[in-house]
């Protein structure tokens, strides 16, 4: 608690153009030092949540049915065995993440994700099951241009609101992904009269991700046909190219006074606009971004181990320790989860982070996520006292723990580029935070399973 404490106090420190550092007061991170709150980017705002949204339905979308499919592949007949496989699976999707990091172009991407996804529902063994799933994650490598892109058309005026959003995208996902998964697998079987075709007895598993890649594909077109570039570089190219020579020498430097006032209005000054690039060596240097870094990593760790243990849970049976939960209740309880954490992050997250601050609730949701880890074993106490009644009401606790935890998400968001030296490095500090997590999120699984 003691580093988490100064590794966020840390982050109030920002670099000013001669090299100094200037603190900034983020003991509370309120933005009320800005009476003017500067409204949000709607069109921009939605065009990078449809691309958000396409990580979360090809993520997500095999939870319900990937135990199942790896009994049915006949990858292993041990019913022990099976979260060792399936950790395997959900694990190689953020290893391959952290092979490629913020590099593929969006649109080049969200085109893998989409053909990879259709991919894994046509795997008939473990390889290519591997295969697919580590292209579909080294394919969705944006999320760090959509979180830098996002920085660079809001403030810290309406910073918090709008990165609430990305977490919402997830939500969202995380909450039609698992339905899909749960209620169209094996649709030929479970609605003949609808879905009786050979292609879908020979693959049962594909319908889901055919449904999930076509909602990813909407991020596709809103990506191709509305985003606009939001690099700084872009918009203000050098004036000695556009200036006559008698105009160059006019000064560039504009008082602090005036500045405050552009700031307020467009939530960029001038000084930012001619910022130079921090390098590579000069941000790893940095110990307030080391630190938000690490605190993120174990974030990352702790959050896709607790995942990918809970799916695991929910289809093992009571005796061997789980909860004994069908392919459509685990869809459905995952889905409950998306819902339930869109509340929090769209109704719940703004008023308190603008009232307690980004590290009072930081710190908050860390200790929850300690607090979740318990709920298993009692959820799994409940469902042998009381069979289905009391695995549904353990459930339910897991799962409003598990909601109220996942606040730290939006909260180390902000934190990741509040640590950056200045907005032109956002896009390296989130690749580099992106890939610290991919490095934890590979990790997770297969050591949690």
Not at 18 to 27: I, L, N, Q, T
Not at 34 to 58: D, G, H, Y
Request: aromatic content about 10%; charged content about 15%; proline content about 6%.
């Amino acid at each position: 608690m003691k580093f988490l404490r100064f590794t966020l106090l840390d982050v109030g420190r920002r670099s000013r153009r001669d090299g100094s550092v200037e603190k900034e007061d983020f003991s509370d991170e309120r933005v009320a030092h800005k009476s003017k709150r500067t409204p949000l980017p709607l069109k921009q705002l939605i065009v990078l949540c449809l691309m958000r949204f396409a990580e979360p339905v090809s993520f997500s979308v095999i939870f319900p049915f990937v135990s199942q499919m790896i009994e049915e592949v006949g990858v292993t007949n041990d019913p022990k065995a099976i979260g060792y496989y399936s950790g395997f699976i959900e694990g190689v999707f953020a290893l391959a993440q952290f092979c490629t990091g913020r590099r593929p172009v969006l649109i080049l991407g969200l085109c893998g994700v989409i053909g990879s996804t259709i991919l894994f529902g046509t795997s008939q063994s473990f390889p290519m099951m591997i295969a697919s799933r580590a292209l579909s994650g080294a394919l969705s490598g944006n999320v760090a241009v959509i979180k830098s892109a996002l920085a660079e058309i809001t403030d810290e005026t309406n910073q918090g609101a709008a990165f609430a959003y990305l977490p919402l995208c997830w939500s969202i996902g995380s909450l039609i992904a698992p339905t899909l998964g749960g209620f169209l697998s094996h649709p030929a079987e479970r609605y003949p009269s609808a879905f009786d075709y050979e292609l879908l007895r020979q693959y049962p598993f594909l319908l889901p991700c055919i449904v999930g890649s076509g909602l990813s594909t909407i991020g596709l077109i809103a990506g191709i046909f509305f985003f606009e570039e939001t690099l700084i570089k872009a918009k203000h190219p050098s004036r000695s190219l556009i200036l006559p020579a008698e105009y160059r020498s006019i000064p560039r430097e504009v008082p602090p006074e005036i500045e405050t006032r552009f700031s307020n209005d467009s939530g960029l000054t001038p000084h930012q606009i001619d910022e130079p690039i921090p390098s590579m060596q000069d941000i790893l240097t940095s110990t307030t971004v080391r630190r938000v870094l690490v605190s993120y990593a174990f974030m990352a760790l702790i959050s896709v181990s607790l995942n990918a243990v809970c799916v695991l849970w929910l289809y093992t049976p009571a005796k061997l320790g789980g909860i004994g939960f069908t392919i459509s209740e685990i869809g459905i309880t995952l889905a409950v989860s998306g819902l339930l954490t869109t509340i929090v992050a769209v109704i719940v997250f703004p008023p308190i982070e603008r009232w307690v601050g980004v590290v009072t609730l930081y710190k908050f949701g860390m200790a929850m996520q300690v607090v979740s880890v318990i709920t298993f074993p009692l959820a799994h106490a409940m469902a042998l006292a009381a069979g289905k009644k009391g695995a549904y009401f353990g459930v339910s606790i897991m799962l409003s723990i598990r909601c109220i935890a996942g606040v730290v998400f939006v909260c180390n968001m902000l934190l990741v580029n509040r640590s950056a030296p200045n907005r032109r490095s956002l896009g390296v500090v989130n690749g580099l935070a992106q890939m610290v997590a991919s490095a934890s999120r590979a990790l997770g699984p297969a050591a949690a399973t």
